[in-house]
């Protein structure tokens, strides 16, 4: 089984309010990635963590955190949502060395 | 700098007919390849991975990719398309052995003519 797991599937949010997004696996894989996607862009990377080793991107250093408090579950936390948060955010999880990564459904978060 | 370039945004073709979806990437050293696919209202699935070896690589669903190291490309290709192959078609590369980060091209929405 290959399953991530994402929620919510949608999310409305008030400009300047805080957003937490959840993700899980279940196949023991010890990293877990965040990307965010625009129409018509490519998914972007926001940060990552490799085992409890928290990895964020130069140019998302800032405006994104995370926690993985065990191995299944990871958050992305937006503390004050703006405009230019609306996305979908794509959680992936990766097994060690095998560089594939497998994706959930997505968060289609939009900021108001 | 590394990156990867898919040419064309989008891509019409009649059912039945044969594709190829081309992708360009820029890597120092060995590439590790790959395409995913994202059907309407769902996340990334992985379609295929090249890890060094045969150039030519079988995936899912009928989609096969080939490994260029002297053009820089990793085209995809499909003998006969089908209407649920409408979707947008992401490739990607490596950059990071130990971690997987990958690098994605901004994909190409393939639609299909009846």
């Known amino acids: 089984d290959t399953t991530v797991k994402q929620n919510p599937r949608y999310k409305l949010a008030r400009v300047g309010k805080p957003v937490n997004l959840i993700c899980s696996q279940t196949m023991n894989h010890d990293t877990m990635y965040w990307y965010q996607k625009k129409p018509n862009q490519a998914p972007k990377l926001l940060l990552f963590?490799?085992?409890?080793?928290?990895?964020r991107e130069a140019d998302t250093f800032e405006k994104f955190q995370s926690s993985r408090p065990n191995n299944s579950f990871c958050s992305l936390y937006i503390g004050s949502a703006g405009l230019e948060y609306s996305a979908m955010y794509l959680c992936?999880?990766?097994?060690?060395?095998?560089?594939?990564?497998?994706f959930g459904p997505g968060t289609r978060l939009t900021v108001l | 700098a590394q990156s990867v370039t898919q040419p064309d945004a989008r891509v019409t073709v009649s059912e039945g007919a044969s594709l190829q979806l081309r992708c360009k990437y820029s890597y120092f050293g060995t590439p590790y390849l790959f395409w995913y696919v994202q059907y309407p209202r769902q996340g990334l699935q992985l379609l295929l991975k090249?890890?060094?070896?045969?150039?030519v690589v079988q995936g899912v669903n009928g989609f096969e990719a080939e490994f260029s190291k002297s053009n820089s490309s990793f085209h995809l290709r499909k003998a006969s398309v089908h209407w649920s192959d409408w979707a947008v078609y992401f490739c990607?590369?490596?950059?990071?052995?130990?971690?997987?980060?990958?690098?994605f091209g901004q994909g190409t929405k393939l639609s299909i003519k009846p």
């Open positions: 992936a999880s990766s097994p060690q060395g095998r560089g594939e990564q497998y």
């Open positions: 990607a590369v490596r950059v990071n052995y130990n971690q997987g980060k990958l690098i």
């Open positions: 963590y490799y085992d409890k080793i928290l990895n």
């Open positions: 090249y890890y060094p070896g045969d150039p």
